[in-house]
C-alpha cells in the first residue's frame, strides 16, 4: 500500500519561502503523476502543481505559477514543492498526491488515489 507523508509545512512571512517535501512509501513504478493540492478553511480544494514522474513535465496552477516549483527525485521516492514569494493567500494545508496510471489533470484531484495528511502553511503578513 503507497503511502504518503509530508512535511516542510510551517509559519512564514510573507515573501518567504518553504519547501515542502512527500515522501513516499512503497513506491510503485504504475504511479505515473503526481500533485500538490492545497485546501484553506473554508475553500475548496486547489490543485497547485502537477508533475508526470517519468517525463517530469510539470503543469502549474495560475495562481502558484512562477513562485513554485514541483519536483520529483526518483532515488529517494521523494516529491517536493519549492515555494517562494509567499503571501497570505498562500495560506493552507498543503497535501500530495499520487495516480496510478490514467490522465492527470490539477482539476480533477479525486482522480489520485494516494494521499497524504497534511502539511499547514501559513504565511503572516
Known amino acids: 500500500q503507497v503511502q504518503l507523508v509530508e512535511s516542510g509545512g510551517g509559519s512564514v512571512q510573507a515573501g518567504g519561502s518553504l519547501r515542502l517535501s512527500c515522501s513516499i512509501s512503497d513506491y510503485t513504478p504504475s504511479i505515473n503523476c503526481m500533485i500538490w493540492f492545497r485546501q484553506a478553511p473554508g475553500k475548496e480544494r486547489e490543485g497547485v502543481a502537477r508533475?508526470?514522474?517519468?517525463?517530469?513535465?510539470?503543469d502549474y496552477a495560475d495562481s502558484v505559477k512562477g513562485r513554485f516549483t514541483i519536483s520529483h527525485d526518483n532515488a529517494k521516492n521523494t516529491l517536493y514543492l519549492q515555494m517562494h514569494s509567499l503571501n497570505p493567500e498562500d495560506t493552507a494545508m498543503y497535501y500530495c498526491a499520487a495516480r496510478d496510471g490514467g490522465s492527470c489533470s490539477l482539476r480533477y484531484i479525486d482522480w489520485y488515489e494516494y494521499r497524504g495528511q497534511g502539511t499547514q502553511v501559513t504565511v503572516t503578513s
Open positions: 508533475i508526470y514522474t517519468a517525463s517530469s513535465n510539470t
